[in-house]
């Protein structure tokens, strides 16, 4: 009997930790996808002016409208298209009409055009204010010589150009007397990982696998006389 009564409690106790990872993973998947639909919304909402002092926190993903000059140099953040393979964002500082200076993450150049020399020039264009988070302790630092970065380091990259420490992500837009072919790369929710179903899934499937075995386990334990 006590080894019965063990055995079901350990199932029971197994069970239920499996249940509540699961409920969890529920609740991650609701906040999860009130955060994507928090982003969508800002995303494709209308353009508004560059706030005064955007906030990563309230402002990011906001979409504005830029006017203003683009300065010539440029830094290039080593990434691959899903199409075109790898290449190049390009992040350029635009002077705006007001006198500021922002970044700004221009799009995709193919690989083979990281040499060429492209137009400064007036610019108008659409974007969504971003504060990437993507360097961690396996990003390669930036070869400054070379100038290839490995992350969108806004920080850096607005001391090093001088500018303010924000980033504007080109929607839509276009340069005065420009021939260049920026491949916009937009923000979107695509690539934000959303897996929590899944996980959620898993976890119930074993905790029936788990309770199954347990049931079993008891069964096959009376019907021995083990008990």
Not at 22 to 51: C, F, N
Not at 96 to 114: E, P, Q
Request: hydrophobic share 45%; net charge positive.
């Amino acid at each position: 009997m006590k080894r019965l009564m063990f055995a079901i409690v350990i199932g029971g106790l197994g069970v239920s930790i499996l249940m509540s990872l699961a409920v969890w993973q529920y609740q991650r998947l609701l906040w999860k996808e009130g955060v994507l639909e928090v982003i969508e919304t800002r995303i494709h909402q209308p353009a508004v002016a560059l706030p005064s002092k955007p906030d990563p926190a309230r402002d990011a993903y906001l979409t504005v409208h830029l006017d203003g000059r683009f300065r010539p140099q440029e830094l290039h953040v080593y990434t691959v298209h899903e199409r075109l393979g790898p290449g190049y964002r390009v992040i350029s500082a635009l002077e705006t009409l007001k006198g500021r200076v922002v970044l700004v993450d221009r799009g995709y150049i193919r690989a083979n055009d990281k040499t060429k020399t492209r137009s400064a020039g007036e610019a108008q264009i659409i974007g969504n204010l971003l504060w990437p988070d993507e360097a961690n302790s396996m990003t390669p630092p930036p070869d400054l010589d070379g100038n290839l970065w490995y992350a969108r380091d806004v920080a850096a990259m607005s001391k090093l150009l001088m500018a303010e420490p924000i980033l504007a992500v080109v929607r839509e837009g276009s340069i005065q007397n420009s021939g260049d072919e920026f491949l916009p790369m937009p923000v979107s929710t695509a690539l934000i990982p959303n897996n929590h179903l899944q996980y959620m899934v898993t976890w119930v499937a074993l905790a029936l696998v788990w309770g199954g075995m347990t049931g079993l386990f008891v069964l096959r334990s009376r019907s021995s006389g083990r008990a």
